[in-house]
């Protein structure tokens, strides 16, 4: 059974950093792409970052794109988020998402639909 688990949400200060964690487990993860998304109270779910299975590819939404990094480091099973310079508009719960249909690809995908298994979220306050 897939499962994923984030960690490393808090309550942190404008300009401050976070970095999230997101351990895969059930047998699926060097070979599929992953992705970071956040939800805030009463908005969709929205896009933030993805990394392909050979991390040569990423993609962040413009809003994060120069303060964020996707990594992920497929001997641990485990995809990161270095979140540096935060702002209050970045406070929301974090979730991390595979793409399960999609083996060696680096074709990276926006839409929280095309991701099929996700974690239970942690989240992330910013002071202002």
């Known amino acids: 059974q897939v499962q994923l688990v984030e960690s490393g949400g808090g309550l942190v200060p404008a300009g401050g950093s976070l970095r999230l964690s997101c351990a895969a487990s059930?047998?699926?993860?060097?070979?599929?792409?992953m992705g970071w998304f956040r939800q805030a109270p009463g908005l969709e779910r929205d896009f933030v970052a993805a990394i392909d299975w050979s991390a040569n590819t990423r993609n962040y939404a413009d809003s994060v794109k120069g303060r964020f990094t996707i990594s992920r480091d497929n001997a641990k099973n485990t995809v990161y988020l270095q979140m540096n310079s935060l702002k209050p508009e970045d406070t929301a719960v974090y979730y991390c998402?595979?793409?399960?249909?999609?083996?060696?690809?680096?074709?990276?995908?926006?839409?929280?639909?095309?991701?099929?298994?996700w974690g239970q979220g942690t989240q992330v306050t910013v002071s202002s």
């Open positions: 998402a595979v793409d399960k249909d999609r083996f060696y690809s680096s074709f990276l995908y926006r839409g929280p639909q095309q991701y099929d298994y």
């Open positions: 059930g047998g699926i993860f060097s070979g599929n792409n």
